[in-house]
């Protein structure tokens, strides 16, 4: 079984920076594929980026060029550097784990995160 945690939400003026952590529990955290969604008020979970096994990253048009994904696999930790951040990227964002190929399809995630909240004001 593996257990995600996130940490690093808070709340932000527009134009600033959040780094969000998730750390993993499991022995064979360098085999999963790593993933960050979000869910704003009404609205449905949406990919953010992932980052594969080999370090292979993957990003949502939203958010290119202002967001960034990394791992640290002796650490058993994937952050999300955030910069530049909008009233727009207000959700909470979510830690997901799967072995295999990347994906961006929610359903296809078989570990979450309890989410954490990240407000941006404007």
């Known amino acids: 079984q593996v257990q995600l945690v996130e940490s690093g939400g808070g709340l932000v003026q527009a134009g600033g920076s959040l780094r969000l952590s998730c750390a993993a529990s499991?022995?064979?955290?360098?085999?999963?594929?790593m993933a960050w969604f979000r869910q704003a008020p009404g609205k449905e979970r949406d990919f953010v980026a992932a980052i594969s096994w080999s370090g292979s990253t993957y990003y949502a048009d939203s958010v290119k060029g202002r967001l960034t994904i990394s791992r640290d696999n002796a650490k058993n930790t994937v952050y999300l550097q955030m910069n530049s951040l909008k009233p727009e990227d207000t959700a909470v964002y979510y830690c997901?784990?799967?072995?295999?190929?990347?994906?961006?399809?929610?359903?296809?995630?078989?570990?979450w995160g309890q989410g954490t909240q990240v407000t941006v004001s404007s």
């Open positions: 997901a784990a799967r072995r295999g190929y990347y994906t961006e399809q929610r359903q296809s995630y078989n570990y």
């Open positions: 499991v022995r064979t955290f360098s085999s999963y594929v």
